[in-house]
């Protein structure tokens, strides 16, 4: 009986040892070595896989990181998410000097809130924004503007977006935001745009992406760009162009005077974390503010009302004839007629038009 | 009875216009065309504003050879090119003419007689391409592909058979039903002019059993031809694809994309468009009116138009005794493959085969649930595709699974979403992984 136990005990301590030998010299052999500071790197870096700094995760930012360092410097790697701070630690682990990169933040250019933004039809398709964005030009008139599904929302890492529920728009943290630059890519109608701000986080925006004329942006949106030009004309740093009735700021060029917030008349631009200007409702004032771009200057002292108070919007030609009849509340409905299956299609089934949706029932019209 | 092999539903067939025959529609105040009505490249405008322009006259010309002309419908004067909103549900550039009066070319024949082939022995294959193609016929089904450019098969395959596809398998839709009982000769003329087209002898019309009247007048007319078979079919959606009719009438199944319908060796074309080809090889007149099913369970009277292009949909509908209080969506096309337009004013284009009103309960759609895995999609798909997979990989972005699951074979016919127990919004994702994946093979193809 022990005698079975010892050989046992052998031949498997044996083939153990051997086993042991084989996977030792193999491992010695076959040995990949790691730069111990890529590790190091890696535990400095925010560990979010964002891809906003061009490789596809922190690892492989932290590699380039240590190939950087070799050759002498970190100037072209930036961490959006970690920011200076993260790069600063990672210099100094590396021995390096680590370069001052502005910050950048991601800005969400279209203020079509449900107030400016009346919604005539409604959309109840899957939410998702690219879905909705091929479907047709979203719930209101405007082409260009947020389709509020929140594609940008689920594709933040860091928890900086967030869908507000009274506007219907999202909104970015600037504390959180690093622009990494994830947001951008899921937006279908390429509104969030990575911009560069000052210290503060803050800057000069327009925030508003229609491109129609002028009269057609404006029923679409109290508050879209109208393409006027009068900001370009206030402008002292040539920081303004406008191109395709919509005016860009060039955020290198701005010098944060704050003349052209001032002197937009449809208050679609903005700074950035400052409350928004308030939208003018007196029509007198904002004709003569078209017939003379001198009395830009008048106007900010002149009637406004305060942001949050809602807005009556009148519209003049609906785009759907139904929308009276439904405005109207009173509605029968008809009742469904169930479908019946001629006699020669005995195998098929009897469905009902109530029962299961039809794929092309994407667009329901509005209330 | 034939029918294709895999999938299918059978969806209740609601055709409530069957028995109204055609209507012609009155004239449309202004009319607009949108320069983007078929698969390709957007038409050129080639008119300006403030031209007079007369019916049949070219306003804008074909931009490459997968586009088409696009010919007036209407005489007048032109208003502007500004854009309108399109069935896209964007605003597109469009032309708009101000009706005046109704003169048309003269270059046209209007007279009802009909002429055959053998009126016209003198016509070649080539001469029957180049007619079609100026008159800017495009697919009439509702995909609008250039019909001159399925004429012209790549010269390595061999087509062996036309077959007309009159299945109209989408619930709702009779223009073609109609058209058949009304104009069964000129369609079979038709026929015989796309046979020789692209010469072959042998031609099938496909019909479903429900049109039993259709099937009976074709047959009668079609025993005067010798190579023309009509060929019944068993009432399946969807029926009227493509590859599913192929499979129903000739037994043959089309490889996955790129590989056309030709490579087996059959050249599909919908009844109307068969219509059309009569229409402008035959009587010179170009594409500037098609048959528009006007429907709805809450309309006071269904009825078919032959309706010019260009025409508001609003139009046709007040022909029906107006727009229902009670409209929840107003779909163009059938209710299967349709889309909800945003706006009644959406002008007749050459592939609006109909306008179907939808009341409020009809259009609405239930809170999708979980997925319960019982594989009703799979069952009912005629590609063979797993649409729940595919739905989930879209919506997690898993875009290389997408396209190892053959994404781009699906048709879009929606079977899957219809049959779905737990209303899961199914074909939304798929069309979106589908449009994504052919993006990714584009942009691959081009590196």
């Not at chain 1, 057609?216 to 508050?223: D, G, H, Q, S």
């Not at chain 1, 402008?235 to 001032?262: M, P, Q, V």
Request: hydrophobic share 35%.
């Amino acid at each position: 009986m022990i005698e079975v136990i010892l050989i046992t005990v052998a031949v498997l301590g044996t083939i153990g040892l051997v086993a042991a030998l084989v996977l030792f010299i193999i491992a010695k052999l076959f040995t990949v070595k790691e730069d111990p500071r890529i590790a190091q790197v890696n535990e400095l870096l925010p560990g979010a896989n964002c891809g906003g700094c061009g490789f596809p995760g922190c690892s492989g930012m932290a590699v380039a990181c240590v190939k950087a360092a070799d050759e002498g410097s970190l100037e072209d790697l930036k961490c959006p998410a970690g920011g200076n701070e993260c790069m600063k630690q990672i210099a100094a682990l590396l021995g390096v000097e680590a370069k001052e990169h502005a910050a950048k933040v991601a800005v969400i250019r279209c203020n079509g809130t449900c107030e400016n933004r009346p919604h005539v039809i409604k959309y109840d398709g899957a939410l998702n924004c690219r879905i909705a964005h091929s479907t047709c030009q979203g719930e209101t008139l405007c082409q260009y503007g947020c389709l509020g599904c929140g594609d940008c929302v689920s594709a933040c890492s860091f928890g900086a977006i967030k869908m507000n529920t009274e506007t219907g728009l999202p909104e970015v943290d600037y504390d959180k935001c690093g622009g990494c630059g994830s947001c951008a890519k899921s937006c279908p109608r390429n509104i969030i745009e990575i911009r560069l701000v000052d210290k503060d986080k803050t800057g000069m925006v327009v925030e508003c992406v229609n491109k129609d004329k002028g009269a057609v942006a404006k029923k679409a949106c109290l508050t879209a760009c109208i393409g006027c030009g009068k900001c370009a004309q206030v402008c002292g740093s040539d920081a303004i162009t406008i191109e395709n009735n919509l005016a860009y700021i060039d955020a290198e060029k701005c010098t944060l005077c704050r003349a052209c917030e001032e002197a937009c008349p449809s208050a679609s631009i903005i700074m950035l974390g400052k409350p928004r200007k308030e939208i003018k409702k007196n029509n007198a004032t904002a004709k003569k503010a078209d017939s003379n771009t001198n009395t830009v200057k008048e106007i900010k002292t002149t009637n406004v009302r305060p942001y949050s108070s809602p807005i009556k919007i009148s519209f003049e030609a609906p785009l759907l004839p139904s929308q009276q009849y439904l405005l109207a509340g009173v509605v029968d409905l008809t009742p469904i007629a169930q479908a019946t299956v001629s006699d020669n299609q005995q195998n098929s089934k009897t469905h009902s038009y109530d029962a299961p949706l039809l794929p092309s029932q994407q667009i329901l019209l509005g209330k | 009875m034939k029918t294709f092999r895999i999938g299918g539903i059978h969806p209740a067939e609601n055709k409530l216009s069957a028995t109204s025959p055609i209507k012609v529609a009155e004239l449309p105040k202004i009319a607009v065309f949108p320069l983007a009505q078929h698969i390709g490249a957007p038409a050129k405008a080639i008119v300006q504003k403030g031209d007079k322009v007369k019916v049949g006259q070219m306003i804008a010309e074909a931009n490459g050879f997968v586009s088409a002309h696009i010919f007036s419908s209407v005489s007048g004067t032109v208003l502007k090119i500004d854009n309108a909103i399109d069935a896209s549900g964007y605003g597109k550039p469009a032309i708009y003419i101000t009706v005046e009066g109704d003169e048309w070319l003269e270059s046209i024949d209007r007279t009802p007689q009909l002429i055959t082939i053998k009126d016209k022995p003198e016509l070649t294959d080539k001469d029957i391409v180049e007619k079609v193609k100026n008159a800017g016929i495009v697919g009439m089904g509702g995909a609008c592909f250039p019909c001159h450019v399925k004429l012209s098969p790549p010269p390595e395959t061999k087509p062996e058979w036309v077959i007309i596809n009159a299945a109209e398998c989408e619930p709702y839709l009779t223009a073609d039903h109609r058209l058949m009982l009304e104009h069964a000769d000129e369609i079979l003329v038709g026929v015989t002019l796309l046979m020789k087209a692209v010469n072959v002898n042998k031609g099938y019309v496909a019909i479903e059993k429900n049109k039993a009247d259709a099937i009976k007048i074709m047959q009668e007319k079609a025993s005067a031809y010798d190579n023309i078979e009509i060929v019944t079919l068993k009432t399946k959606y969807p029926q009227g694809g493509e590859k599913q009719l192929i499979d129903a009438v000739v037994s043959r199944q089309v490889p996955a994309p790129p590989a056309l319908p030709v490579s087996v060796g059959a050249i599909i074309q919908n009844v109307g468009t068969a219509y059309a080809v009569y229409e402008a090889v035959m009587k010179n007149k170009p594409l500037i009116e098609r048959i528009v099913t006007v429907t709805g369970k809450s309309l006071k009277s269904p009825s078919n138009f032959l309706t010019r292009l260009g025409t508001p949909m609003s139009q046709l509908i007040d022909a029906c005794g107006g727009l229902p209080e009670d409209t929840g969506k107003i779909i163009g096309g059938g209710p299967m493959m349709g889309k909800a337009l945003l706006s009644t004013e959406i002008p007749i284009c050459k592939g609006s085969s109909g306008v179907l009103i939808m009341n409020e309960k009809e259009a609405s759609r239930t809170e999708p649930q979980n997925c319960i895995r019982c594989g009703k999609c799979v069952d009912a798909c005629p590609m063979g595709l797993e649409p729940y997979l595919l739905s989930d990989c879209s919506e997690l972005k898993l875009w290389e699974r997408v396209e190892k699951e053959d994404v781009t074979s699906c048709i879009e016919c929606g079977s899957c979403q219809y049959t779905c127990p737990a209303y899961r919004p199914l074909l939304d994702y798929i069309r979106l992984g589908k449009t994504t994946v052919m993006g990714i093979i584009r942009s691959r193809n081009t590196k």
